[in-house]
């Protein structure tokens, strides 16, 4: 991006070329800043590497000066080459941000929210998943992690979900290029749990900066992939004129899983009853205390079920090498991660390889070719409420010695009936995906004037994904085996020409974009399945009787052209207009075409206070903004269409698939491909307010924001079936979400020697089903007049005034009708992140606040019916709080333990999510320079971070309430179902530069 002024005038006599570059206080090339010969009209602007060229004399002095940093003069003597460095401006506040396509603009002049993270902040966080590096830090952003296997996939929500449908993650865009994201390595059965979400493969160490677009207004020019918010990366680059600098850094941390309590008082039986596991097996913990438990003259001994798990552990070892000269910059990265999980067998490994180089090819043309390369692979085993060892884990006796784990015959020993043991389960089950992706980018910057820029640039995501399943024969849970092989081949080609200009008219400063983009994605996933294994540890589809295939591919296309204009009056006044045109391939050939845009304005108010009021409130600034988004994601393709399917025949023992006697079989689908499907939209009002005191050392920014999105997909709505079809997709859904973001900061103290920095982030939002379809008010979690993604289902009778209703056996029961039982959306979220520095040493810790966001705690419900929860400890009988039906008295009668908890029904399951968790705490020592002059490096730190010492969560009996045990799908939220524990880990860490 370019700013400055442009003027002509006559130049001085005797005037020679000064050639030279502007670069700030890390070396980098600053574009756009204003070379003026003082006193004159001459001067001009450095273009986009921070060089410039111009007529001076001899005795003149040049004023170098850009928003953003301290002006400087310079005299010109007998040089030809200068080299100048500007100091940052504080007071000005003119911190330069990542805006859509890769443009980059003062922050100041932005009419909408935005939040950025630097390299040390994503660094710091020690996490190996893209994701989980913002968890707390960005107002607006709600970060889920799914379980605590390594790899496992993360979950990113800005503003609040909208579409019901379609996916409601924000999209990722690499250096301009927008990349997948989503959750794979899943499989169809067997392996429920949640897979891994692709910004896995982007190793956190080569990225620069991480800036958030939040609203309608800021993602517009992206497109129906950015409706839902937008991630932009930008990737390290090497710098010009800057000698060969090595970096290596290691990490070494310690993981120890962090696990729900149990009773450990009672053993295994019923009713008070011992049962040994052996001739007597029940999965439930209702016996006798174990103290003074005497079986065969011996006391019965005890285990701890979780001694199943282990330590865990990870490697991450990253070697840069980085650098430049006048005419080239390059950066490439090498790092190797290698995480065991604290579930023996698990584990996640990734190689990550990234180049990148410019090059000057002329004054006026430049080439930016980069590439990422990533290798990994991932070992997880089943979670939730399915056949892995989690489940008998979390409700295993205390009284059963899971060792030996075969019996003589070399069956499964087990404690009780249809399920396998978890030390079983580690060598006869696994669940592998290997994946190599590629994201190579090329972009080229042509400048043929100062004040013009013109990009092309070409990427690609494409990646493989390898999954297996094997599950060997168990006769304790009824299955006969399977193994399956799925391959997916993921590609997307993304073009954009965009054509930038900026000029200065008077007091009017006109920056315009024009640009076009083409968008192509295939995708294409094959499978086999061979269930019924009749050959025992052959690892191959041919060792099951019964072997289906399956192949699904599809192809989209989309094309954009879009336009924005800002036109800045006296930097003070700034106005932004967008507008897209898309066409996407999935829709109705009369509805393929669709626009959209945005209007908004920024008010930059301390231009206009006193002196007086701006040496204590240095920056004010208002900003208002109205956009509407397209989103086509939620029809996907071939939506339009009515589809043969692989047909089935039924008989007397189950219904198969085709082939029948080598004939394969096929009927239309009973689902009707609706062609009058259209895109969603969604439209957004946004207003905020920024603030900076006492020369920058407070800021505040506060935005309130209400989006409604319409014509949302539903899939599977029932339709007459004198149709010929059970079913078929409209476009009628409507969701509104209101809400406030706050973002403090501040710098309490900032000495010579010492420092104090702390941030503060504050998000609430407010979410609305307002309609689904004509005729329609309820599709499971989602109920019109209620929050997006509510908890339905069984709950308690209960009087007028709600208390409980008992019934004649002393014991609450369920009402006729279900209701609402809880709601997964927080009340608010916030984030506090302290920071000191004493000399060398840099401390900070960071907390992580939820408050409310309902939980669904079926660990907690499995271990009511058996008695391992932590609260089955008190087994008095008890007269449970309440009114007779039968009396309309207070209820007296009494009741065992037992009884009472495995009477317990669905709404007993739910549990408030507030917590409040010590995300993370690092300590790091910056050796000082005098230490290095006499060894071979010229930089070197060393950290300890912690991360997740402590979690608070009052009404929540598991482990973590930050988890969504089945992944990141939307239906799945606030779910806690025995998954992988999550992890309180301890990382050491070591940087050197050379």
């Not at 501040?746 to 004509?774: E, M, R, Y």
């Not at 289902?793 to 008992?806: K, M, P, S």
């Not at 060398?840 to 058996?866: C, L, P, W």
């Amino acid at each position: 991006m370019i700013i400055g002024v442009f003027c002509f005038g006559k130049s001085f006599a005797q005037t020679s070329v000064i050639k030279g570059k502007v670069t700030d206080e890390t070396g980098g090339g600053l574009p756009g800043v204003t070379v003026k010969v003082k006193g004159t009209t001459i001067g001009t602007a450095t273009g986009v590497d921070g060089t410039f060229q111009l007529n001076v004399a001899k005795g003149a002095r040049l004023v170098f000066s850009t928003l953003g940093f301290n002006a400087m003069e310079v005299l010109i003597a007998d040089q030809k080459v200068l080299d100048v460095r500007l100091s940052t401006d504080d007071k000005q506040l003119n911190e330069v941000v990542v805006t859509a396509l890769g443009v980059k603009r003062e922050k100041r002049s932005l009419t909408y929210s935005t939040q950025q993270l630097s390299a040390d902040v994503i660094a710091n966080t020690k996490e190996s998943n893209l994701v989980n590096t913002m968890a707390g830090k960005v107002a607006g952003v709600q970060i889920t992690s799914s379980s605590g296997t390594p790899g496992a996939s993360s979950r990113i929500v800005v503003r609040g979900s909208t579409s019901i449908n379609s996916s409601n993650q924000a999209l990722f865009v690499v250096d301009g290029v927008p990349i997948n994201n989503d959750e794979t390595g899943t499989t169809t059965n067997g392996a429920a749990g949640s897979g891994v979400n692709r910004a896995v493969d982007i190793d956190p160490s080569t990225i620069e900066s991480m800036s958030i677009l939040k609203g309608a207004a800021a993602t517009a020019l992206y497109g129906s992939a950015g409706a839902r918010g937008v991630v932009l990366i930008t990737t390290k680059n090497g710098g010009f004129n800057k000698k060969a600098v090595v970096s290596f850094s290691s990490d070494f941390s310690i993981e120890n899983p962090i696990l729900p309590e149990m009773q450990r008082l009672y053993a295994q039986g019923t009713n008070g009853t011992y049962y040994n596991g052996e001739d007597l097996k029940i999965g439930q913990s209702w016996g006798p205390a174990v103290a003074g438990l005497m079986v065969d003259g011996k006391q019965v001994q005890t285990y701890d079920p979780y001694d199943f798990y282990q330590t865990g552990h990870t490697t991450n070892n990253t070697l840069s090498l980085s650098g430049g000269s006048d005419k080239s910059e390059y950066f490439m990265s090498y790092s190797y991660l290698d995480q065991s999980g604290t579930v023996p067998t698990t584990g996640f490994q990734r190689h990550a390889f990234f180049v990148k180089q410019t090059n000057k090819i002329t004054d006026k043309l430049s080439a930016t070719f980069q590439l990422n390369y990533t290798n990994s692979e991932q070992n997880r085993l089943p979670e939730g409420a399915s056949n892995g060892p989690q489940f008998v884990v979390f409700l295993q006796p205390i009284t059963w010695n899971p060792y030996p784990v075969l019996n003589a015959d070399g069956s499964q020993r087990l404690y009780r009936l249809s399920r396998n043991a978890p030390l079983w389960t580690l060598d006869h089950i696994n669940n592998r995906a290997v994946v190599n992706r590629f994201l190579p980018i090329t972009t080229f910057d042509f400048k043929p004037l100062p004040w013009l820029t013109i990009t092309e640039r070409l990427g690609a995501d494409i990646y493989t994904e390898q999954v297996k399943y094997t599950e060997d024969p168990s006769a304790a849970i009824g299955l006969k085996g399977q193994i399956q092989d799925r391959n997916t081949l993921y590609r997307k080609f993304n073009n954009d020409f965009i054509v930038n200009g900026e000029k200065q008219f008077g007091k009017f400063n006109v920056n315009v974009l024009l640009g076009s983009n083409y968008v192509s994605e295939y995708a294409q996933i094959t499978q086999q399945e061979g269930d019924d294994i009749v050959v025992d540890d052959l690892n191959n589809i041919s060792a099951g009787s019964t072997i289906t295939t399956s192949e699904n591919h599809s192809l989209s296309r989309k094309i954009g052209f879009y336009g924005q204009a800002n036109i800045e009056y006296n930097k003070f006044l700034i106005l932004s207009l967008t507008e897209r045109f898309d066409g996407s391939s999935v829709l109705a050939t009369d509805k393929q075409f669709y626009s959209y845009g945005s209007v908004a304005a920024s008010l930059i108010t301390s231009e206009l206070l006193p002196q007086s009021v701006n040496n204590i409130m240095n920056f004010s600034k208002i900003r208002l903004s109205y956009a509407t988004v397209g989103n086509d994601d939620a029809v996907g393709a071939y939506s339009l269409l009515t589809p043969y399917l692989q047909a089935s025949r039924n008989t007397a023992t189950g219904s198969y698939l085709y082939p029948y006697n080598s004939q394969n079989g096929f009927l239309i689908s009973d689902t009707y491909g609706n062609p009058a499907l259209k895109n969603e939209r969604l439209y957004e009002y946004e207003g905020g307010l920024e603030l900076k005191f006492l020369n920058s050392r407070i800021g505040f920014e506060g935005s309130y924001f209400n989006r409604k999105s319409v014509d949302g997909i539903i899939a599977g709505v029932g339709i007459s079936n004198a149709t010929g079809y059970a079913s078929t997709s409209v476009s009628s859904a409507s969701v509104r979400n209101s809400g406030v973001e706050l973002l403090l900061t501040g710098t309490p103290i900032k000495k010579k020697d010492f420092s104090w920095d702390v941030t503060f982030n504050f998000t609430k939002i407010k979410n609305k089903v307002l309609a689904i379809t004509d005729g329609v008010t309820q599709l499971g979690r989602i109920i019109v007049g209620q929050p997006y993604n509510i908890f339905y289902g069984n709950r308690y009778a209960r009087t007028a005034d709600g208390q409980l209703l008992i019934n004649d056996a002393g014991l609450p029961y369920a009402a006729d009708t279900q209701g609402i039982v809880g709601d997964a959306n927080p009340d608010w979220l916030a984030g506090v992140n302290n920071s000191f520095r004493y000399k060398n040493f840099t401390f900070n810790f960071f907390f992580d606040m939820k408050k409310g966001g309902d939980i669904q705690n079926d660990v907690e419900s499995a271990g009511f019916y058996n008695g391992t929860a932590k609260v089955t400890e008190d087994r008095a009988d008890r007269v449970v709080a309440g009114i007779s039906q039968s009396t309309g008295l207070a209820n007296t009668v009494s009741v065992s333990a037992q009884k009472y908890y495995q009477s317990l029904i669905y709404e007993s399951t739910i549990q408030d999510g507030t917590y409040v968790k010590l995300r993370q705490v690092g300590l790091t020592y910056t050796l000082p320079n005098k230490m290095l002059k006499k060894t071979p490096f010229s930089a070197a730190s060393f950290s300890v971070t912690g991360r997740n010492l402590w979690i608070y969560s009052p009404h929540f009996t598991g482990a973590d309430p930050e988890v969504n045990s089945y992944g990141t799908g939307n239906s799945v939220q606030g779910i806690y179902s025995f998954s992988t524990p999550t992890s309180r880990s301890v990382d050491f860490a070591v940087k050197l530069n050379f």
